[in-house]
């Protein structure tokens, strides 16, 4: 995974460029991770929602599960957009 440092405003416009708000596509992306095995917890950790439980806050290590689950979907990911 590779973080992308954009502001805010920056995200919105490339957004609005296409008359998509982020909400959607964030959407998707979720519903794609969970379509391809990934566990619900680690697609909110992805998408950077917080953990509900003290013990997914605290015991799973969030950080290499998502790089997994990550990699395992990526390929999918990329052939849809290729």
Known sequence: MKRINLSRKEIINRFCRFSL???YPRKWNYNF???????????????GRAS????SMHYLAKVEQASK????VVDRLIELFS
């Open 21 to 23: 708000p982020a909400k």
């Open 69 to 72: 689950w990550y990699s395992r």
């Open 33 to 47: 991770l969970i379509l391809n095995g990934v566990l619900e917890s680690v697609a909110d950790f992805i998408q």
């Open 52 to 55: 509900i439980t003290f013990g």
